[in-house]
């Protein structure tokens, strides 16, 4: 996998999953919901739409086969068990923050910390004309780092105008400083209504 398509992966961690699991949800809704109708319609023959939902031909079949109706039933418990488990460790699951290490030198050790990292964008991005406050964040692994970048604007700024100068000062100075020719960053941009202007 090549450092872009992780680091891509990093900065979209939050949501790729969530995603995955809400879209399957809702198809399986979806599907459920479409057969329910079609039986109430009549789709599937008018007889079987009159029935009771609890089939009593389904009920005998369940009765006549209780060990494979019970392995069935166990089997899906054990994959909701470990669904649900696999799930909830994961939002518990710090996400990671990479510290770079500068020189790997047997003799000296240079590394810089992902709160360092962040810091330092942080403060140069508060320097581009038009942002009153940023806030960085470094995510990724030490292999693939990527950025996440919130920027909080003046009203009326020139949003093309600041979007260069973080191209090409801010995110070239970090990479340059780095030593490293990628550096992926998702960029969220906002308009600062904390500031109120004074009536005199």
């Known amino acids: ?16 999953t969530e995603r995955a699991l809400t879209f399957s949800v809702g198809l399986l809704a979806v599907l459920v919901c479409a057969v329910v109708f079609g039986v109430s319609f009549g789709l599937f023959g008018r007889y079987r739409a009159q029935r009771s939902v609890l089939d009593p031909m389904a009920l005998t079949w369940l009765w ?3 060990t494979l109706t019970q392995c069935l039933g166990l089997a899906v ?9 696999w799930w ?5 699951r710090p996400e990671g923050r990479p510290d770079l290490e500068l020189d790997r030198t047997p003799d000296t050790a240079l590394t810089v910390t992902a ?10 991005a508060e320097t581009v004309e038009g942002v009153s406050r940023a ?25 093309k ?3 260069e100068e973080l191209d090409t000062r801010v995110l070239a100075r970090a990479r340059e400083s780095l030593g490293i020719d990628v550096l992926p960053t998702a960029v969220h ?10 009536v005199v």
């Open 77 to 85: 418990g054990v994959v909701l068990l470990v669904g649900g488990l």
């Open 189 to 198: 941009l906002e308009l600062d209504t904390g500031t109120r202007s004074r």
């Open 135 to 159: 806030r960085a964040r470094a995510v990724g692994d030490v292999d693939n780092p990527a950025l996440r970048l919130t920027l909080w604007l003046f009203a009326g700024t020139d949003v």
């Open 64 to 66: 006549r086969h209780p």
């Open 88 to 92: 909830f460790f994961r939002s518990l």
């Open 1 to 16: 996998m090549s450092r872009r398509s992780t680091s891509a992966k990093a900065l979209g961690r939050s949501y790729g």
């Open 161 to 163: 105008k600041v979007w």
């Open 115 to 124: 709160a360092a990292i962040a810091g330092a964008v942080q403060v140069d």
